[in-house]
């Protein structure tokens, strides 16, 4: 099966865009994927800032990116940009780091106007990182989301079916990115021996 790397943007350790990035996982665990989290708010603040990849932390995160089939960004939305601390990771990545992987981005925001900022700042970035296949973005405002920090927070009906059906076009989006490999494969062999 394949392996999806889920990486949370959130400076908050509870936060909106974490429980969509934690419940994705759970559905895709029960999907059969195996799920690997990276917490970026967990990264030394100094390694990121300076782009120290030489960092073990940091090698570690680009390492764990490097080996998923495909990567889950969940971010909030401030001042109609993703977060500062997901920015500072992806600025320490190699130019590749996102060629060949499928992408899912998930994001939380006040309100829908916000919903803009992946499509206009952060599907760019992904984009400069080599994606090719950026998915439909599961957003959700923060009225979608009930609760607070401090009592937890609750997803809608709603942004739990969105998320279900993320899954399901994460799944096919992989299924069939694997069928072109294994169809180029097949013709460079061909070519080979021909």
Do not use: C
Not at 11 to 21: D, E, F, G, K, V
Request: charged share 20%; glycine share 6%; aromatic share 6%.
């Amino acid at each position: 099966m394949y392996t999806v790397l889920t990486i949370t943007g959130s400076p908050s350790a509870a936060s909106r865009s974490t429980l969509l990035a934690h419940t994705l996982e759970k559905q895709l665990e029960q999907a059969g994927y195996t799920v690997r989290s990276l917490r970026v708010r967990d990264l030394p603040a100094q390694a990121l800032l300076t782009a120290n990849t030489q960092d073990p932390a940091v090698a570690a995160a680009a390492r764990s990116l490097a080996s998923a089939d495909a990567v889950v960004v969940a971010t909030p939305i401030y001042k109609a940009a993703y977060s500062g601390i997901l920015k500072a990771f992806l600025d320490v990545l190699p130019q590749t780091a996102l060629q060949g992987k499928v992408v899912l981005p998930l994001a939380t925001g006040g309100s829908p106007a916000h919903l803009l900022a992946v499509d206009y700042a952060l599907k760019p970035v992904l984009a400069a990182l080599g994606a090719r296949h950026i998915l439909s973005t599961v957003y959700a405002t923060d009225a979608q989301i009930g609760g607070d920090s401090v009592t937890g927070y609750v997803l809608s009906a709603d942004i739990f079916d969105r998320l279900q059906a993320g899954v399901r076009e994460l799944e096919s989006s992989l299924s069939w990115t694997r069928r072109r490999q294994e169809a180029a494969a097949g013709e460079v062999r061909e070519r080979l021996y021909a």
